[in-house]
């Protein structure tokens, strides 16, 4: 027990578990029973509070350390209830009522309580103006949003009850900045039922998840308000695309999946050289006569299969036990394949021509010899994909979270067994050889991001237009030389890349997809742009770097709501002053152009927060003076 202070009363008592000073009445059973007051070990007041048999019941005022009111609260049966009030002060105080990333310009969080759940917060400086937790003004709240809705950094308003530790309890709705009632969520025993809606207040998409998994019923509707999915997740899931007469045009189902297929195990015999090998026993390779079939696959697999994480030395082990017992056929198709020098399969059209050839040989099991090499993993997993019982697992082991991760893998086809993964939110399959993907991917209900970048596809399958969460598409670095009309089918997107292929021109289509905030066109031999693209009132980021344009298209300067333009190119050699008169304009990317000289509006853009401008051949001076004009301007 620490030395009494002065100032805490003589029948005070120190309480190890509060590491405070208590003194207060208690009922006959020696509960605190009435007016409780608590001091720190300096001696200072920290706390007064009500009790009723052991429970916070009524009203609780803390103290910061100056003597300052820091807290005032009420409870009820040990639960907070009613309006809670944090202050600040000036002084030095243990009363911290800041949460991690709130700003110190916060003077009072007056927030809201219902028997232990919190319903609301709000926060002001010291002059009291009402402020986000950064300490920007708070919005003006929208009519129709309740009074306790708490403001989001995203701008929309969320209204609801949650616990302590931010845990949705009942009902939460979230509302537009415009007050549009935009989502739902009912939270009851382990089940969400959710209802997001469209900015207009129309129905997207309602489906429930118990324990996080898909569960029940789902539909999704279309902007018009025709319904475009209907599904039913269980044991078995039934998906149901749907045209714009409400007519069924594609059904999928999903039952349980077949045992994947199993291949011949080698003989005991066999299993002890594989572990000799393994181990490095002294004379493993050397004492070894023979070796069955399925033996010598394995061991096959061992020699030039795995990834670079595989260990080497074991792996040089083998591939001299699979030359020493080689019969000459089997040695001649080794050499024709070049696995007479090559430490590895390292691509997956390599390992596929090897099992293909080397599992004809009659001393190798090609069963046993194709899955030796999917358990050494690598390259292998194209061979995986191919077995769709053995598919699942192979992507499910590539599963983080609700991120699918396929790149790099040299994939020329995925599996349609990829639309049973109805959890995924994010599929990955750059950097491949894809020409196109499977119908199957429609099915994937949840499904937000498909990158599909650094590929050779050419087209996408229609019925991706039925994807009714997808927001961003990355078809970057492919052989496209039109966009797949599926495309502008998915009214949710909001991030579209569609550089570095061989388009020659955008469709007016591109307008249907009105809520695109974000286009990358980078290095395409466009001819022209479509003034439909004044129609995206969403669009903020446009990448058109490396065109063909010597002035940009007059289109450009009608895209109003723009706030970042790359338009560098070698091709480049005017900036229109109305493009630089963009109103809301923040960053403009002209570097590495032709430019030889600049409009005098660029001068007076003050409205620039970043400007690159460098490396074009532009008059001695010119981006000094730019800097002299634009000082707030980051000029590069």
Same mark, same amino acid.
């Given at each position: 027990?620490?030395d009494?202070p002065?100032?805490?009363?003589?029948?005070?008592?120190?309480?190890?578990?509060?590491?405070?000073?208590?003194?207060?009445p208690?009922?006959?059973?020696?509960?605190?029973?009435?007016?409780?007051?608590?001091?720190?070990?300096?001696?200072?007041?920290?706390?007064?509070?009500?009790?009723?048999?052991?429970?916070?019941?009524?009203?609780?005022?803390?103290?910061?350390?100056?003597?300052?009111?820091?807290?005032?609260?009420?409870?009820?049966?040990?639960?907070?209830?009613?309006?809670?009030?944090?202050?600040?002060?000036?002084?030095?105080?243990?009363?911290?009522?800041?949460s991690?990333?709130?700003?110190?310009?916060?003077?009072?969080?007056?927030?809201?309580?219902?028997?232990?759940?919190?319903?609301?917060?709000?926060?002001?400086?010291?002059?009291?103006?009402?402020?986000?937790?950064?300490?920007?003004?708070?919005?003006?709240?929208?009519?129709?949003?309740?009074?306790?809705?708490?403001?989001?950094r995203?701008g929309s308003?969320?209204?609801?009850?949650?616990?302590?530790?931010?845990?949705?309890?009942?009902?939460?709705?979230?509302?537009?900045?415009?007050?549009?009632?935009?989502?739902?969520?009912?939270?009851?025993?382990?089940?969400?039922?959710?209802?997001?809606?469209?900015?207009?207040?129309?129905?997207r998409?309602?489906?429930a998840?118990?324990?996080?998994?898909?569960?029940?019923?789902?539909?999704?509707?279309?902007?018009?308000?025709?319904?475009?999915?209907?599904?039913?997740?269980?044991?078995t899931?039934?998906?149901?695309?749907?045209?714009?007469?409400?007519?069924?045009?594609?059904?999928?189902?999903?039952?349980?999946?077949?045992?994947?297929?199993?291949?011949?195990?080698?003989?005991?015999?066999?299993?002890?050289v594989?572990a000799a090998?393994?181990?490095?026993?002294?004379?493993?390779?050397?004492?070894?006569?023979?070796?069955?079939?399925?033996?010598?696959?394995?061991?096959?697999?061992?020699?030039?299969?795995?990834?670079?994480?595989?260990?080497h030395?074991?792996?040089?082990?083998?591939?001299?036990?699979?030359?020493?017992?080689?019969?000459?056929?089997?040695?001649?198709?080794?050499a024709a394949?070049?696995?007479?020098?090559?430490?590895?399969?390292?691509?997956?059209?390599?390992?596929?021509?090897?099992?293909?050839?080397?599992?004809?040989?009659?001393?190798?099991?090609?069963?046993?010899?194709?899955?030796?090499?999917?358990?050494q993993?690598?390259?292998?997993?194209?061979?995986?994909?191919?077995?769709?019982?053995?598919?699942?697992?192979?992507?499910?082991?590539?599963?983080?979270?609700?991120? +699918?991760? =396929?790149?790099?893998?040299? &994939?020329?086809? @995925? !599996?349609? $067994?990829?639309?049973? %993964?109805? *959890? #995924?939110?994010r599929?990955?399959?750059?950097?491949?050889?894809?020409?196109t993907?499977?119908?199957?991917?429609?099915?994937?209900?949840?499904?937000?991001?498909?990158?599909?970048?650094?590929?050779?596809?050419?087209?996408?399958?229609s019925?991706?237009?039925?994807?009714?969460?997808?927001?961003?598409?990355?078809?970057?670095?492919?052989?496209?030389?039109?966009?797949?009309?599926?495309?502008?089918?998915?009214?949710?997107?909001?991030? +579209?890349? =569609?550089?570095?292929?061989q &388009?020659?021109? @955008? !469709?007016? $289509?591109?307008?249907? %997809?009105? *809520? #695109?905030?974000?286009?990358?066109?980078?290095?395409?031999p466009?001819?022209?742009?479509?003034?439909?693209?004044?129609?995206l009132?969403?669009?903020?980021?446009l990448?058109?770097?490396?065109?063909?344009?010597?002035?940009?298209p007059?289109?450009?300067?009608?895209?109003?709501?723009?706030?970042?333009?790359?338009?560098?190119?070698?091709?480049?050699?005017?900036?229109?002053?109305?493009?630089?008169?963009?109103?809301?304009?923040?960053? +403009?990317?002209?570097?590495?152009?032709? &430019?030889?000289?600049? !409009?005098?509006?660029?001068?007076?853009?003050?409205? #620039?927060?970043?400007l690159?401008?460098?490396?074009?051949?532009l008059?001695?001076?010119?981006?000094?003076?730019?800097?002299?004009?634009?000082?707030?301007?980051?000029?590069?």
């Amino acid at each position: 027990m620490p030395d009494r202070p002065e100032s805490v009363p003589a029948e005070a008592w120190w309480s190890p578990e509060d590491n405070e000073w208590v003194l207060g009445p208690k009922d006959a059973k020696g509960r605190l029973h009435g007016v409780v007051r608590y001091w720190r070990p300096d001696g200072t007041l920290c706390c007064e509070s009500e009790l009723v048999a052991g429970q916070f019941h009524g009203p609780t005022t803390r103290y910061h350390e100056t003597g300052e009111l820091a807290q005032r609260a009420g409870y009820e049966a040990g639960l907070l209830h009613g309006p809670r009030t944090w202050f600040a002060t000036d002084g030095v105080t243990t009363e911290n009522m800041l949460s991690p990333g709130m700003s110190e310009s916060i003077w009072k969080i007056e927030a809201e309580y219902r028997r232990g759940l919190f319903t609301g917060a709000r926060c002001f400086d010291r002059a009291g103006v009402a402020v986000r937790s950064d300490g920007t003004p708070l919005p003006q709240r929208p009519p129709g949003v309740p009074p306790l809705a708490v403001h989001h950094r995203s701008g929309s308003w969320l209204d609801g009850t949650w616990t302590e530790q931010g845990v949705p309890v009942g009902s939460q709705r979230r509302y537009s900045a415009s007050g549009i009632l935009v989502g739902e969520e009912h939270h009851e025993d382990g089940q969400v039922i959710v209802t997001e809606r469209r900015d207009d207040g129309s129905p997207r998409v309602r489906y429930a998840r118990r324990n996080g998994v898909l569960e029940g019923g789902a539909e999704a509707w279309r902007r018009d308000g025709t319904p475009l999915v209907r599904a039913h997740f269980g044991e078995t899931h039934a998906i149901e695309h749907l045209d714009r007469a409400g007519t069924v045009v594609r059904r999928s189902e999903y039952g349980p999946l077949p045992p994947p297929s199993s291949s011949p195990a080698p003989p005991e015999v066999d299993q002890c050289v594989l572990a000799a090998v393994t181990d490095g026993e002294p004379g493993a390779v050397e004492q070894a006569t023979a070796m069955s079939p399925a033996g010598l696959a394995a061991a096959i697999a061992r020699g030039w299969g795995g990834d670079d994480e595989r260990d080497h030395a074991v792996a040089r082990r083998f591939r001299r036990l699979v030359r020493r017992l080689a019969t000459p056929s089997l040695a001649g198709r080794l050499a024709a394949l070049e696995l007479d020098r090559a430490p590895r399969l390292m691509t997956a059209a390599r390992l596929d021509a090897a099992v293909g050839e080397l599992g004809a040989d009659p001393a190798v099991d090609p069963a046993a010899l194709e899955a030796a090499f999917i358990a050494q993993g690598g390259a292998a997993i194209a061979l995986s994909l191919r077995d769709p019982a053995r598919a699942i697992g192979a992507l499910e082991a590539r599963i983080t979270g609700t991120s +699918l991760s =396929l790149a790099h893998h040299a &994939l020329a086809e @995925l !599996p349609p $067994a990829i639309g049973r %993964l109805l *959890e #995924l939110r994010r599929i990955d399959a750059s950097s491949n050889r894809l020409t196109t993907v499977p119908a199957e991917l429609a099915d994937l209900f949840a499904l937000q991001e498909l990158d599909l970048h650094a590929n050779r596809v050419t087209s996408l399958p229609s019925e991706l237009a039925w994807l009714p969460s997808l927001r961003i598409l990355h078809l970057a670095e492919n052989a496209m030389s039109s966009v797949p009309p599926a495309v502008f089918e998915l009214a949710e997107l909001q991030a +579209l890349g =569609l550089g570095d292929n061989q &388009l020659t021109d @955008l !469709p007016d $289509a591109v307008a249907d %997809l009105t *809520e #695109l905030h974000t286009l990358w066109l980078t290095r395409n031999p466009l001819r022209q742009l479509p003034r439909a693209l004044t129609r995206l009132a969403s669009l903020r980021f446009l990448h058109l770097g490396d065109h063909p344009f010597a002035e940009p298209p007059d289109v450009l300067a009608e895209m109003v709501s723009l706030e970042e333009l790359w338009i560098a190119s070698p091709s480049l050699e005017r900036l229109p002053a109305a493009i630089v008169q963009l109103p809301r304009l923040r960053r +403009l990317i002209v570097w590495c152009s032709g &430019l030889t000289t600049v !409009p005098d509006e660029l001068f007076e853009a003050r409205h #620039l927060a970043e400007l690159r401008i460098t490396d074009n051949p532009l008059p001695p001076g010119t981006v000094e003076r730019l800097r002299e004009a634009l000082p707030d301007c980051k000029i590069y």
